[in-house]
């Protein structure tokens, strides 16, 4: 039996807007097994970007829990939440969120700045995952620099250096080309392979051919009907 990575039990999460309420959530409950790689599509305003948030520690739910390695994440304090944030996730954004003046492994080295480890040993860790990434010959280039795609090969390298058991992407091809962005979902696939959790958001039906899984989130809740997810997917290899 695949052990289980993460443990959403009933999901939600309400918003409210000029004296309106909106619900985000309504009752999302699913299991992520270890080492699996799914992909969670949706229209906009289906609730899978407020998913994301959530599992990323950054935005309690109203109610329901979420658990990752057994650990019950709202459970802990704000302190131990951003400790366990650091330990366990490595997040991608669309936009990269690189920092424009420091140089590729300098942003790498940006989640390592509260780990005891010294300089050296901080800089083997970051060229290493740049390597490993294939940016070993553009270490030391500024953002402006760099392709987009290379760009976001560096923010995979930013979230992949404390080597966390999970990695939650948003986007990450959004606003890369056809041919970038299947680079990208390959390095993605590669990692997954490596033995990485990996969580994707993606409006992007080809991005499913590279995820073990993928679930449909419609009006804050998970899609269930077979046929809206085959045709969503359509053409995904097996």
Known sequence: MPEIMICMNDLKKTYTSMGDEVQALRGVSLDIYKGESLAVMGHSGSGKSTLLSILGGLNPPTSGTIEIDSIDLYALSQEKRADFRREYLG????????????????????????????????????????????????????????????????????????????????????????????????????????????????????????????????????????????QLVSGKKR
């Open 91 to 230: 997040f991608v954004f669309q936009q990269f969120q690189l920092i424009p003046y420091l140089t590729a492994i300098e942003n790498v080295m940006l989640p390592l700045t509260t780990t005891s480890n010294s300089n050296k040993v901080k800089r083997e860790m970051a060229e290493g995952v740049l390597c490993r990434v294939g940016l070993a010959g553009k270490m030391n280039r500024l953002p402006n620099q760099l392709s987009g795609g290379e760009q976001e090969r560096v923010a995979i390298a930013r979230a992949i250096v404390n080597e966390p058991p999970v990695v939650l992407a948003d986007e990450p091809t959004g606003s890369l080309d056809t041919k970038t962005g299947d680079e990208i979902m390959e390095l993605f696939q590669e990692l997954n392979q490596e033995g990485l959790t990996v969580l994707m958001v993606t409006h992007n039906p080809d991005n499913t051919r590279y995820m073990g899984r993928t679930i449909l989130m419609k009006d804050g809740q998970l899609c269930t009907d077979k046929a809206e997810i085959l």
